[in-house]
């Protein structure tokens, strides 16, 4: 008997949003967008992402041996602050590349950093992969941004309760 109903991974559909069709694609570059919404985040359930509006811009470059996919990605997660509990918009703006080999890695290459297709593979999934490269973007101390003044922007009513409570 089951007692948890968690989604996994295998079971998220996202009707192939986030799928790139390489059997029969040509040698060369190729750009893709993808949009990364609240629907998208809640799929993972990560309690430290509430939500989201991430582009991702890739471009594929396609060889005999292998592909690179590199992908810009521009927006921004909800999460939730450390220190007043609200959540907030954290920004990401950053640059990751996945490689992709036919078979087995070249020679010399490590094989963590390479991600192996099967034979006859025609198709790779980026779901996952853009999920935790955002998911690895967030920060270890999650506080909302100052001001242009560098003054707290957090919840003004927890920060009164702080200062009434914190004793130092």
């Known amino acids: 008997m089951n007692y948890f109903s968690v989604k996994t991974i295998r079971e998220i559909d996202h009707k192939g949003k986030y799928t790139i069709t390489i059997g029969g694609l040509s040698e060369g570059v190729h750009s893709y967008s993808f949009v990364m919404g609240d629907d998208f985040f809640a799929c993972y359930q990560n309690p430290e992402i509430f ?8 471009t594929l470059v396609k060889n005999f041996q292998n592909i690179v996919i590199e992908i810009q990605f521009s927006g921004a997660i909800k999460i939730q602050c450390d220190f007043c509990l609200d959540a907030f918009d954290y920004l990401i703006n950053h640059t990751e590349q996945l490689l992709f080999s036919n078979g087995r890695p070249n020679a010399g290459e490590k094989e963590e950093d390479v991600i192996v297709l099967s034979e006859g593979e025609n198709q790779i999934d980026l779901s996952q992969d853009l999920y935790e490269l955002v998911a690895l973007r967030i920060p270890m101390k999650k506080m909302h941004p100052t001001d242009e003044k560098g003054n707290a922007t957090c919840d003004p009513q927890m920060l009164e309760l702080l200062k009434k409570y914190i004793v130092e």
């Open 51 to 58: 939500g989201g509006n991430v582009q991702a811009q890739a």
